[in-house]
């Protein structure tokens, strides 16, 4: 996805470190993974937009989110192009592309191409990685 247009937030590595929990930056900065089933969001099916936890871009919208079945919150479309920029990951000796926040790089997770339609897509994101904003 394209990230054109859209102003990126930089912070020091000390500032991420302030800001986040542990196990936010671990995920966000250091491009972990939580473990399946643990991680918030994966089984709530609120009406709501799920937002970066690092600058709190939009992100993902409820209407968007459908049970995959493997544990982490996914999505068959981000709220816009620029909501998220993909990148190839080789690591673990797999070819998968990483999914960031458009606007902080912030690490969320992998988009597969095993989705519903109409895209066909299953970004399969980190809890961790968000926060949620109800009623949105």
């Not at 993974?33 to 918030?40: C, D, I, L, M």
């Not at 709190?56 to 982490?72: E, H, I, M, V």
């Amino acid at each position: 996805m394209s990230d054109t247009g859209t102003v990126k937030v930089q912070k020091t590595d000390a500032e991420w470190k302030e800001q986040l929990t542990h196990e936010q930056y671990r995920v966000t900065r250091q491009h972990g993974t939580e473990r399946a089933f643990t991680g918030p969001y994966w089984d709530s099916f609120e009406t709501g937009l799920y937002r970066c936890v690092g600058c709190n871009a939009p992100l993902f919208r409820s209407d968007t989110k459908f049970d995959a079945g493997c544990g982490w919150p996914s999505y068959f479309e981000p709220v816009s192009p620029n909501a998220v920029t993909e990148h190839r990951d080789t690591a673990y000796g797999m070819v998968r592309t990483e999914i960031r926040c458009g606007t902080c790089e912030a690490h969320l997770g992998h988009v597969f191409p095993d989705g519903p339609p109409p895209t066909g897509l299953r970004y399969c994101i980190n809890g961790h990685s968000m926060v949620f904003e109800p009623g949105k």
